[in-house]
């Protein structure tokens, strides 16, 4: 199956600070999303995104499908951008079912 | 608000007990609900796809007779855990699409088999 890969794995950022979030993916895909997951276990759906680049807010997002790979970007971080962000894709149609990538940590400090 | 909603919270039960969890599309009609399963600092897994008015398709290595699952209604898909055991115990995720793209997930159900 596709395989997800997300880098890195853990990020402590000081809050203001801006970062990038990676996702590659193994294959060809028609859908991508990213989550985010808070320190309680709900996740968010942020974006969908198989391909092109969105913006919403402090968060934007960016699809190379040719190149199998996605971005999240933050922007001033808030300590409310903590927990864990989640890229997953899909082969099968847009509201598919998911493969998830395990995860980037990001911890916002005041 | 939410836009689905799963119960219970959470749930404490004895091994060889049946739990169910509940998940509900609250302001759209869901054909097709996902449940998932995530231990503690770990990925989202799929176990199944929940189809209404058809059986539920399952991921390899998921058993179907051990977590069942209904999709009775275009709102509501439930997930059974049959004769519980403390390796069952998890956070279990349901989610259903609303639109294209449009994912939602219920907070989910934190399961302690004791």
């Known amino acids: 199956g596709i395989q997800v890969e997300q880098s890195p794995p853990d990020l402590i950022l000081q809050e203001g600070a801006n970062s990038t979030l990676r996702c590659n993916f193994s294959d060809s895909v028609n859908n991508l999303q990213w989550f985010h997951q808070n320190p309680w276990g709900q996740l968010i759906n942020l974006f969908y995104i198989p391909s092109g680049t969105k913006q919403n807010g402090r968060l934007s997002a960016t699809t190379v499908a040719t190149e199998r790979y996605s971005l999240l970007y933050i922007s001033s971080s808030q300590t409310t951008d903590s927990g864990v962000y989640f890229c997953a894709v899909g082969v099968t149609g847009a509201n598919s079912k998911l493969t998830f990538g395990k995860g980037i940590t990001l911890s916002v400090r005041p | 608000g939410a836009v689905v909603s799963q119960h219970p919270s959470w749930v404490i039960c004895k091994s060889g007990t049946s739990v169910k969890i509940e998940c509900r599309s609250l302001d759209f009609q869901a054909t097709t609900m996902f449940w998932y399963r995530q231990f503690p600092k770990q990925s989202l897994m799929l176990m199944a796809t929940?189809?209404?008015?058809?059986?539920?398709?399952?991921e390899q290595g998921v058993e179907k007779d051990k977590f069942l699952i209904n999709h009775a209604s275009l709102t509501l898909s439930t997930l059974t855990v049959t004769s519980a055991h403390p390796e069952d115990s998890s956070f279990y995720i349901c989610?259903?699409?609303?639109?294209?793209?449009?994912?939602?997930f219920g907070n989910g159900t934190r399961l302690t088999v004791t």
């Open positions: 929940s189809n209404e008015g058809s059986k539920a398709t399952y």
């Open positions: 989610s259903a699409p609303r639109t294209i793209g449009d994912l939602h």
